[in-house]
């Protein structure tokens, strides 16, 4: 029984397997080899594609499929065989067995599909993070800190936010606290926001004061929060509430209040996240992609001019050059993973083998090897 669900299994996988990369057989015309063998690869992708522009979910524009995929077609093709070239009066025609990445395919014209209804696609993915600033130990509670958390994350999962898990949060607070840096770094905590895939993070901070009272304790917690846009290192928005709780104990007290307060903190900054992501979505982000390794003018105009053509981006452009050294600037409405997958793919289309050895914001550096 078992040796038939693996072989059942192995059937479903492999039939996956070819869906997602099917060989398909086309023919190209051309002055020349390579004008016909480019010919015959954008073919192959136009097979591929035709099932997912007819589609009922997807309507996009043909001249920015022409644009946008079909002046990629060489990047789409992950393998090719000619099966035969004849030489004719005109030039050359080619015909080749050609593997199309139809994954990679609908990827961007689902990219082009929601770009063209103006559509936000989900929320936005949050690291939420402690800086342990306060200098009085009754603040950095253990138990009082994680209901502040708790407080923050219920009200932020309530509103459909993705939260990146409690484990990695923990700790990049543990590293704050051992580095001894009272004041956000910018770039440290927009790394390692990125480094799991989160578009944002809440960074917060905890101070107040504690009273005796007649018949038990109160605290009065100030909870202080920065928003920060992890793909341009950016303070997006801070905000500051005030808590109130009590208790028979000062950690009965804390707990109340810190659960409270990390509800009422999140509450002040929806609308300007929202308001940012939509941004984001709809407008893209600036970023500045360094490739070190590049000199020929040529390669550096053709590498804009491909880049751009990639459904999320727009307005690519060389803004220095010298030493060696290439800087471009786009703006991208994607995240920061798919513009890296872009640039790769770019290089790959160029003959290039690219490395990223550096990130910080939006910023990112490449070494051409």
């Not at 393998?79 to 067995?97: L, P, R």
């Not at 484990?167 to 956000?184: G, L, P, R, W």
């Not at 590498?303 to 803004?319: D, N, R, S, Y």
């Amino acid at each position: 029984m078992k040796r038939l669900l693996l072989c059942v299994l192995g059937m479903m996988l492999f039939t996956v397997q070819v869906a997602l990369a099917a060989p398909v057989t086309a023919v190209g015309e051309g002055p020349s080899k390579e004008a016909a063998l480019a010919t015959a690869m954008r073919r192959a992708v136009e097979q591929g594609l035709g099932t997912y522009v007819k589609s009922d979910t997807t309507v996009v524009d043909s001249a920015l499929v022409d644009d946008k995929i079909l002046s990629h077609s060489k990047g789409y093709v992950t393998s090719y065989k000619i099966v035969k070239e004849e030489k004719t009066a005109d030039g050359v025609t080619i015909t080749i067995s050609a593997t199309v990445d139809n994954k990679l395919l609908k990827d961007d014209i689902d990219a082009l599909t929601i770009l063209r209804k103006n559509a936000v696609v989900g929320n936005p993915r949050i690291l939420v993070a402690f800086s342990n600033k306060s200098k009085d130990k009754i603040f950095k509670d253990k138990e009082f800190t994680e209901e502040v958390y708790n407080g923050i994350v219920e009200s932020l999962t309530d509103k459909q936010f993705r939260v990146v898990d409690k484990a990695a949060a923990e700790k990049f607070s543990m590293q704050q606290a051992e580095t001894h840096e009272i004041d956000v770094d910018l770039n440290k905590a927009a790394a390692y926001g990125l480094k799991f895939h989160a578009e944002y993070t809440l960074f917060y901070n905890i101070s107040g004061v504690v009273r005796e009272g007649a018949i038990g304790k109160s605290v009065l917690l100030n909870i202080k929060t920065q928003l920060i846009d992890n793909t341009r290192a950016q303070v997006i928005t801070s905000k500051k509430v005030e808590q109130t709780g009590m208790g028979q104990t000062v950690e009965q007290a804390l707990e109340k209040a810190g659960r409270e307060g990390g509800k009422k903190i999140v509450n002040p900054m929806i609308d300007v996240l929202q308001k940012h992501w939509m941004d984001m979505q709809q407008n893209g982000a600036l970023y500045t992609i360094v490739i070190d390794g590049v000199e020929d003018p040529e390669q550096i105009a053709r590498f804009t001019e491909m880049f751009e053509k990639f459904p999320l981006a727009t307005g690519a452009k060389e803004v220095e050059s010298g030493g060696g050294k290439t800087t471009f600037e786009a703006t991208y409405k994607g995240k920061r993973d798919q513009l890296d997958r872009d640039v790769i793919r770019t290089a790959k289309e160029l003959g290039w083998s690219l490395r990223k050895i550096r990130a910080e914001g939006a910023r990112s550096t490449w070494k051409k090897l």
